[in-house]
């Protein structure tokens, strides 16, 4: 299928009139959805046979962010809610099998509720390693505070995921842990020396290297590049993300309508290209603002082509799982944690 290098969101529920054309015109590589695009079970398969029939592609990616707590596009009264990553943490202390265990459960049961809609990515693992006086942005949604916990965590996640079907996009490469800004609202500086960052930040990714995509943080490390967040750093990208993590899938930007971001949509856009990512993703589902980044995308081709093909090989097939029962054993994990903390 031939592509652009993009992947958009769409403003509602279902498409109009301007988005399928939008479609068929520029050719996204996928989409996204958020919470605009969702209100029961058949719109939602609905709208993505309709993103896909547009595109005349049945296979095109469809990606959420379904994390579980606060980071969940799908929720009651169709979906269940489903634990914080920090819930996992807490359990790994008691116990690392069940911290694992309960992960794993997670990611099953989630890849479960996904399969069902169509939708075929999910924007998870996380593997940012928080600090003390970081912005919340990340806070409960990471696993940890120890690289090796966060690496652990975000692998059994991964492997619910992929169980069920649902490729994983490791976020936010090459660490969002130390923002001290949330880059919905501005930009983060992170002024940690290099060494530090190797040790830990970098090291919870450098476990990981071998998923098939990722997303960049909107990020600046002074250390390495003073000028530029990660999303848009050549120097980042290819010394850290590529060199140092050894990361070799497709990357993809966060959100080009992020306010860390400076400049025209078209100026990201270029920028995000320069930088050496892959693919941009655009979520806001904002017509002049889609068309402003597929102006600017260039076919999905070389070395970006092959990343993608190969993300999109490495999809396994649904594996049988009895979802009642995981999700009993999964709420009986939750209660233990939350027992043991007395949360």
């Not at 996928?30 to 896909?52: C, D, H, S, W």
């Not at 600090?131 to 916990?149: F, S």
């Not at 904002?286 to 999109?312: D, F, N, Q, W, Y």
Request: hydrophobic fraction near 45%.
């Amino acid at each position: 299928m031939n592509t652009r290098a993009f992947i958009t969101g769409v403003s509602g529920p279902e498409l109009n009139a301007e988005e399928r054309e939008f479609i068929r015109a520029q050719r996204p590589w996928g989409f996204i959805l958020f919470k605009r695009n969702i209100e029961t079970p058949g719109q939602v398969a609905y709208l993505i046979t309709e993103m896909r029939n547009e595109l005349a592609w049945p296979d095109a990616p469809v990606l959420i962010d379904q994390e579980g707590g606060r980071v969940q596009r799908l929720g009651p009264p169709h979906w269940p809610i489903y634990p914080a990553g920090a819930v996992f943490g807490r359990l790994y202390d008691l116990d690392p099998a069940l911290g694992l265990s309960a992960a794993r459960l997670s990611g099953r049961l989630i890849a479960a509720d996904l399969s069902d809609l169509g939708v075929s990515v999910d924007c998870l693992p996380l593997a940012d390693v928080p600090v003390t006086g970081a912005n919340a942005v990340i806070g409960d949604r990471a696993y940890g505070t120890k690289p090796g916990k966060v690496a652990a965590i975000a692998r059994a996640v991964t492997e619910g995921l992929e169980q069920g079907g649902i490729l994983p996009v490791l976020k936010h490469i090459p660490g969002h842990g130390r923002a001290t800004a949330d880059t919905h609202f501005g930009l983060p500086v992170v002024e940690t020396p290099k060494a530090e960052l190797e040790r830990t930040d970098f090291a919870a990714f450098q476990k990981l290297a071998d998923l098939p995509m990722a997303m960049t943080a909107h990020v600046v490390f002074s250390a390495l590049d003073p000028a530029l967040p990660a999303t848009t750093s050549a120097t980042i990208i290819e010394q850290v993300i590529r060199g140092v993590i050894g990361f070799q899938g497709l990357l993809m930007s966060d959100d080009l309508s992020m306010n860390a971001l400076a400049g025209s949509m078209a100026e990201r856009t270029r920028a995000v290209f320069a930088s050496g990512c892959d693919m941009v993703l655009h979520c806001n589902g904002k017509i002049a603002e889609m068309a402003e980044v597929a102006r600017e995308t260039p076919e999905l081709s070389g070395k970006a082509l092959e990343r993608a093909g190969r993300a999109l090989a490495s999809r396994k097939a649904p594996q049988p799982f009895d979802r009642l029962k995981a999700r009993a054993e999964l709420d009986a994990l939750v209660d233990q944690a939350g027992a043991a903390t007395g949360a």
